[in-house]
């Protein structure tokens, strides 16, 4: 992040902020330097907020961190001049830092300077999840101690707000979705990874959609790479999650008001319903997190290609081939 005096924001403090014992100032101004500054050094390199504080020392304005060693970063006549002569040796520091964990990255290591695989995370929506309803999380209200919290939520499909409470089987699922960043400069802020078999894993066990940047110039093999598309990509997701269990299945019946499976097929022949036992492994959550974010905002599931079955309400689904 660029980053220097003239953008500083202050916030004055009086003698109640720090300790008498403590080498600050009783009266100053505190300001925040940001984790990513500079902005030429990786991102794999940042570190948190730096709090810090400027205050009148001895006839001169004088800088030190809040919270590590409380060094004295710069000295000046002024506020402004001791805080820029305070950006600029953090920004030595840290690039000094930087040179550091690159070297010994290449030179120890055997890795790249930086690491060539990051999943940054681009969107996410909350889920609250009950035996009756899904709804969207908008907020959470606390209530008093030993009674459970209030879910403020939305129906998915743009329904009016109401409360749900926090009972032993309501359960609140998030969705993320986000984009994998391989060489491409980009340098977001995410999880890294110096292999493409842990980035990947990351990706499939944590998003439910995702794609590669597309300036990356390179890309893991076609069959792991997740389409484009939501829809499709969704399906995707749900064929990988059924075939946990049901390695052979072929089609879905779905119960689009609740967006409930109500049987797995496999070639036309039912080898689950609802009517003779629940889902393994919590498959049931997972699927109707799934599937009510993949209709969520449909007028009607037939819209995505589903076709209607004998039983009003409920659709036919046919999985994604099971790639070769």
């Known amino acids: 992040m660029s980053a220097n005096a003239d953008q500083v924001q202050f916030t004055a403090y009086g003698p109640e902020r720090f300790a008498e014992h403590l080498p600050f100032a009783r009266r100053g101004h505190l300001f925040t330097v940001p984790g990513d500054f500079p902005e030429d050094t990786p991102a794999n390199t940042n570190v948190i907020d730096w709090q810090m504080a400027v205050y ?23 506020r402004r001049v001791a805080v820029g002569l305070a950006f600029l040796e953090i920004a030595r520091v840290r690039r000094a830092r930087a040179a550091d964990i690159a070297d010994r990255r290449v ?56 409360v749900i409470r926090a009972e032993k089987n309501v359960e609140l699922r998030t969705l993320e979705v986000g984009v994998l960043h391989i060489r491409c400069g980009c340098d977001p802020d995410g999880h890294r990874f110096d292999n493409e078999t842990d980035a990947l894993d990351y990706v499939r066990e944590e998003l439910a959609v995702w794609e590669v940047c597309p300036k990356s110039p390179g890309a893991p093999a076609a069959e792991d790479q997740q389409p484009e598309d939501d829809e499709v990509a969704g399906m995707a997701v749900i064929a990988r999650t059924v ?22 097929l496999a070639d036309g022949s039912a080898v689950w319903t609802e009517h003779e036992s629940e889902l393994p492994d919590g498959m049931h959550f997972e699927l109707v997190t799934y599937l009510a974010d993949l209709l969520a905002g449909t007028e009607a599931p037939a819209g995505l290609g589903w076709r209607e079955s004998t039983e ?12 070769p």
């Open 56 to 78: 009148r020392s001895q006839g001169e304005w004088e800088v030190r961190d809040v919270d590590g060693n409380r060094k004295v970063w710069g000295t000046g006549p002024s």
């Open 312 to 323: 009003p309400g409920v659709f036919t689904v046919s999985l994604p081939p099971v790639a």
């Open 107 to 162: 030179n120890v290591l055997g890795l790249e300077a930086v690491p060539p695989y990051t999943v940054e995370v681009t969107d996410g929506v909350t889920l609250v999840l009950t035996p009756q309803a899904i709804a969207h999380l908008v907020r959470i209200e606390a209530t008093d101690f030993g009674h459970p919290a209030n879910y403020h939520v939305t129906g998915p499909n743009g329904g009016g707000a109401y």
């Open 243 to 264: 075939r946990r269990a049901y390695s052979d299945a072929t089609e879905l019946l779905v119960r689009a008001e609740d967006y409930t499976v109500t049987s797995v």
